[in-house]
C-alpha cells in the first residue's frame, strides 16, 4: 500500500486528513501529518519531514502532498525527495485529492496514483455558477 504524508501551513493539513477520512473512512496506517510554523526552524522541520519519510517508506512508494508550490512546506521537502526512487511530490492538496488517494492507494501504482489525484484534484476546481447555468442550458 502506498502510503502518504501531508504537510502544509499550520494545522491545515491535519483537518484535511480528519475530512478526508470522513468520507473515506480511518485511515490507520500509512498516513502521517506534518505541520509547519514560523516559529519553527527549517532545520526543525526538515528533522520533523525526514523522520516521517522514513518511517512511511516501507517499500511501496510514498505520495508527498504540500499545499502550494513555493511555499515552506514544498521548499523543504523536494530537496529530501528529489532524488528518492519511491517517493512522488504533488503540491495544491485539496479535499478530493485526499479523498481519492486514500481510496486508491491500495490498489494503484505509485505513477498511476500521481496522475489520478492530480486529475481529481483540478477536476474539482470549479466555478460552481458556471457549472450550473450550463447544465441548465444543456437541458
Request: proline share 4%; charged share 25%; hydrophobic share 45%.
Amino acid at each position: 500500500m502506498i502510503n502518504v504524508l501531508v504537510i502544509t501551513h499550520g494545522e491545515f493539513g491535519a483537518y484535511l486528513v480528519e475530512a478526508a477520512e470522513g468520507i473515506v473512512g480511518r485511515q490507520d496506517r500509512g498516513v502521517r501529518v506534518v505541520a509547519t510554523s514560523p516559529r519553527q526552524s527549517i532545520a526543525e522541520i526538515q528533522k520533523r519531514v525526514s523522520r516521517a519519510l522514513a518511517e512511511l517508506d516501507d517499500g511501496d512508494g510514498v505520495l508527498l502532498f504540500t499545499d502550494m508550490p513555493g511555499g515552506t512546506p514544498n521548499n523543504v521537502a523536494f530537496p529530501l525527495v528529489k532524488d528518492a526512487p519511491r517517493v512522488e511530490m504533488v503540491s495544491g492538496v485539496n479535499l478530493y485529492m485526499l479523498v481519492s488517494a486514500f481510496s486508491q492507494r491500495g490498489r494503484m501504482t505509485l505513477d498511476r496514483l500521481v496522475e489520478k489525484v492530480v486529475a481529481d484534484g483540478q477536476k474539482s476546481v470549479r466555478d460552481v455558477r458556471r457549472m450550473f447555468l450550463a447544465a441548465a442550458e444543456a437541458r
